[in-house]
């Protein structure tokens, strides 16, 4: 524990890859909650590529994160201190509580905070029972409409959302075959998650890897990365393809933005779709996802990683391994201990 | 009328932009249908974008037309002589009677032909009544779900499909804007079809006349052409906003093919959906979307402009016309007479 507020500030817009130079460091009083508000410490940070996306001018799904402020993410915190009737004192919260050792919340604001179901280690609820978890469940089932029989391409594969994903595809009934990079992340695939196939960017080519994986073509493709893979994707569709835009990683550190995509046209040819989705809006049913990814955990169908960094002052090159691929499953970083 | 079968021929696949070199011109025999078989003789021809993508070497959702091969065209032609028991001398058919006086056909082929309805004139089901009537209803009804309220963006908005599904928008209550190049068309898509308003993109920069149209985001963008336009509509749609690829007619005529996509992760933050569709896929639904095409032409809700060129020696700097936007309306080529 420490007794001042150590916190990341955005004190500029990355233009391409994220870095330390986008940050400073600052150590603030602890802040006090006023009426109706509580105050949290941080436990684990969690690191998601969408967080790039909020660095932009531009609003997104949510608005920008402003020059000088905490850098936003979403974390595990505890609550310390409470004038809050719903939040007490000792209670473990999932929020965006940011790059810090504290915060202030009212329950409310872009990611408004929840309670922790007791019994459940914080670990799990930031990854396969977490924002990452819910992201591959809903992007399979509701947005892919994946069925027994399919043949299933996911990308990222080996990342928080991809291995969600690409499991429940293959609890399904469906042929899934990964997209990851190196070794490690390929045997991690289909020793312990139980793909049919995967393709190492770093070392295959991809569009040959797709035909010979895929010769009847891709009936469901889970994108996590957009840019050429997608654009290879889409060159490999079958008939009535669909394409489920769950991130476009490639682009997110360029300035130019994402790559341009030259096979679109074989969403006419095929009768493709080809959809976007944001896990935000599927609020309303986290919970029934969450019994359904719960009970796979327990049974042993859905396995999971997670890639646990240590320290605050770490932070922006924790941020950096998820877009290089130096993580090897969910990101997360600890930065406080329950007490 | 000639006593010899006046002919097409593809002689080599287009590199850009089609030209009369791809084609040579040839005098062969009538033929004389064989036991199932009947012989027609063409009347008019229809120039669709999509027949350049049969030139292509690649087969698409047809086979590829093969060099050596009469050029593939929708057709109206005349029964001249008939060996098949459905189709009787003198009857009209539509068909894929292809560039040239006469055709053998047994009642199948990748184009299979059917009888036109009596009473209905022929230009019309080549049109309004016809395959790019029939396009412009299911891609805006089915596959956009146009309703009302959308606001609405038609490319190609006053070709023979842009042109039936700018007008099924507005007549759903969608507020509806067509992109169209030269005053004469943009005059007649406000002044004659009833459009909310046209975007002229020979003399307008597109992004900015999208950001005046639609102050709060594109509901639904019917594409025709594909390339920049289709960029500029999907960094401008609205929450929810659905792409419906009907064509990529800008990338036809390229060597590289279609261009690249930048902002397609546009469809991730407003959760939107772009899809493709081949008309062919809906043919046990003509009967329906034509009775209602119909009523909509005699009522006067539906306009419709056909360009009617003459002569089988014209056809390719007719198919031409539609790619310059020469043509005013549904190009049409007259080859023969009724008898």
Redesign the interface.
Known sequence: MTDVNRQWIMTSRPKDMVSRENFSWQESPIPEPGEGEFLVRNLYLSFDPTMR?WMNAQD??LPAIQIGEVMRCFSVAQVVKSNHPDFAVGELVNGGFGWQDYAISNGGGPIPPSKLHPGIDPQLTMSVLGMTGLTGYFGMLDVGEVKSGDAVLVSGAAGATGSVAAQIARIKGARVVGITGGEEKCRWLTEVAGLDGVIDYKSEKLSKALRQHFPKGIDLYFDNV?GPT?DAALAGLALGGRVV????IS?YNSA???????????????????????IL?YAKRYGEALRELAGWVQSGDLKYQIDLQEGLENAPETFQRIFTGANQGKQLLKVGDVS
Not at 245 to 248: I, P, S, T, V, Y
Not at 258 to 274: E, F, S, T
């Open positions: 996306v997104s799904y957009g997608l835009l769950c991130g476009a682009g130019t933005g994402a790559d341009g995509l030259k096979n679109y046209a074989n969403l006419i040819v095929q009768r493709g779709r080809m959809q976007g989705f944001i809006d």
